[in-house]
């Protein structure tokens, strides 16, 4: 099966003087994930600080989509993703509400707003979402529908805890839009730090009792670390160290990871390229 390694990135990921798109796929990354869209109670999708879609119009840099259409054909990145939501932000409240207020249909503003993004950067694949508060059913499954109607290919998870809610999500969306969810990119860092020893027994296991024979539940999840990080560099984990985890992964069935945070790689002055290789070699 082939091997993917995903990196998240959030201001390095967007145009401008410092971005880091122009050698994005020269890192042997496969997969990049801009991260992070966050809904606001108006509808309006702002990445990060950068409002970007406003009343059903894309008003970010217009040159981003080229910038991710390069990065895409040229050298190692076959998937772009955007994330929604983080640590104690109020997106998929607002989502929810949202939809409670005005549905999901081509008239809703998240539809519109939703379409005006990718209308503007067809090159993205699908959106992944890290709800870290809400957790209602509902939502997830309605967005993540009113996503495949608008011509998104995937969606994915991005979960730290609560396997059980994740699980139910993806059943759910499994009888409705049979293959639309494509995995759960697992937080093993932070709050998520339960995860590194606890893969199989707490997400591989529960998620392959749920799913029908046949699925490969262990593929399905990719594990992410914390690249050095935080004051002097000191905390979170060199490019070795991953190797040596997504090792002890491989034995498990794994055949992906993710690194957090490419914004983290560049103030620490390390080589992302270690930190894809650290996940691909560890898995080979």
């Not at 949202?98 to 699908?126: C, M």
């Not at 991953?242 to 390390?270: A, H, M, R, V």
Request: hydrophobic share 35%; proline share 5%.
């Amino acid at each position: 099966m082939k091997l993917t390694a995903s990196i998240y990135g959030g201001g390095p990921f967007y145009p401008g003087p410092s971005s880091a798109l122009p050698t994005l796929n020269q890192t042997g990354f496969t997969t990049v994930v801009c991260w992070a869209v966050h809904v606001k109670s108006n509808g309006d999708l702002v990445y990060n600080d950068t409002p970007i879609v406003s009343n059903g119009t894309y008003i970010g840099d217009s040159s981003w989509g080229a910038m991710l259409e390069n990065v895409k054909q040229y050298g190692s990145v076959n998937r772009i993703l955007f994330s929604i939501g983080g640590w104690e932000t109020n997106d998929f409240y607002h989502i929810m509400s949202l939809i409670q207020r005005d549905g999901t249909s081509s008239s809703s503003i998240l539809y519109k707003n939703f379409e005006a993004l990718l209308r503007e950067i067809p090159v993205i694949d699908g959106i992944d979402y890290d709800d870290e508060g809400n957790y209602d059913q509902n939502t997830i499954v309605q967005l993540s529908q009113m996503l495949s109607t608008i011509g998104y290919k995937e969606v994915t998870f991005c979960p730290y805890t609560n396997s059980s809610f994740w699980i139910d999500c993806l059943t759910a969306l499994e009888g409705t839009n049979p293959g639309l969810v494509t995995g759960f990119n697992l937080q093993c860092y932070a709050g998520g730090a339960p995860n590194l020893y606890n893969v199989q027994q707490g997400w591989i296991d529960p998620l392959q009792k749920a799913m029908p024979s046949g699925f490969d539940a262990a593929a399905f999840i990719d594990p992410g670390l914390w690249c050095k990080n935080g004051t002097g560099c000191t905390q979170g984990m060199d490019a070795s160290t991953i190797q040596g985890y997504f090792s002890g992964w491989k034995n498990d069935g794994i055949t992906g990871g993710f690194i957090w945070l490419y914004d983290d790689i560049e103030k620490c002055g390390n080589d992302p390229q270690s930190y894809a290789d650290a996940i691909l070699n560890g898995l080979s």
